[in-house]
């Protein structure tokens, strides 16, 4: 086994979790036809980890309300400082330092929360990355071997039956009378029907495969998605490919082609869809402070900040939705969970801060007409 392929079948620790501890779990309990084990694994995964990361989500809608309320604040002061100092960008800086200061405005803090969501985003992604390519190659694993021994069970109920016969190396020949290549024909045939008996699919809704991506994507991966390196693919090097050719043939003409003979998709799309969505939506819940004018800005200069601006808010629903088109369902369902989580999340908190800013501005201004 060369490095390469010893790291395409090794689980990390996110991994590990996943599949070692919580599918395992399920499995011996969970999952039916269209809501596999795995289905379930994911789901419990997401609720854990957004249970666990609670408190982080709960600092980071805090830090950026804090931020929104200084930044109303501090506006009319940045704006005038602004004007004064023109095209002086030495002096425009220095000043909104102080006033940074003076409100403990930092805009490092703003940044902190995108910086850890990133993190977790990738830490859970190799896991869920690990975890697939793991199951395949476990998978391919136990079929050939389910392959091998139904091969030579066949092979020698046609020794016991006389068919054929052992030579002199202890090799099966065909007997008298009968043809080689049919008598191998039936064993690879009783073969291919054990790997077809054995196989449990891991569906999820239309989706036929959860280890592969929600799209047109094969059910079960061809030999050059399953060996070869790159996007979309799970870089498995260390398996002999004609082996995996022989041994998956049976799943790949009953799950890869309709019974029209046309190319079969693993899904439709259904979760990059729904994921994308969820994130536009959820990007316009949770917009940034605005952010002030800097010194010897035109006009044009200040429109294009601005566009470039919101372009942020669509890239990260962009980006969501293409690693969901090009990943595992698994890995897409948890985006579209975890979005859908976070989105209500949003909504509540925003519903509850707003009420508790009309408090606030209601007892401002009873106390300023007493006064």
Known sequence: MD???LMATQLNLIGKLIY???YSWVSEWGGSAYFGAFSITVILFTIFLKVATSPFDIWQKRITRKNQKIMEVMKPELDKVTKQCGNNRELLMQKQRAIYKKYKYSAFASCLPMIITLAIFITVLTGFNSAVRYHNYTTFQNLSQVYSDSF??????IIDEGRAVLDENGRPVPA????ESQLRKEMEEYAEAAVVQAHEPER???TTNIFMPDTWANPIPTVDVFSNTGIGKLGITDVDKNEYERVMKPLMEKYNVTEKGKRAWNGYLMLPILAFILNM??????KPPEQPQMAGQT???IKAQQAQTKMLTYMMP???AVFAFLYSTAFALYMFLNSAITTLFNLIYNIVAKKKDDKEREHRLATTLKR
């Open 204 to 206: 999820f809704l239309l």
């Open 3 to 5: 490095i390469v392929g």
């Open 20 to 22: 070692n501890v919580l």
């Open 176 to 179: 008298e009378g009968y043809n």
């Open 152 to 157: 030579n069970e066949k092979m020698q109920e």
């Open 299 to 301: 006009e044009e200069q």
């Open 281 to 286: 939506f959820g990007s316009k819940l949770n």
């Open 318 to 320: 962009i980006m969501m």
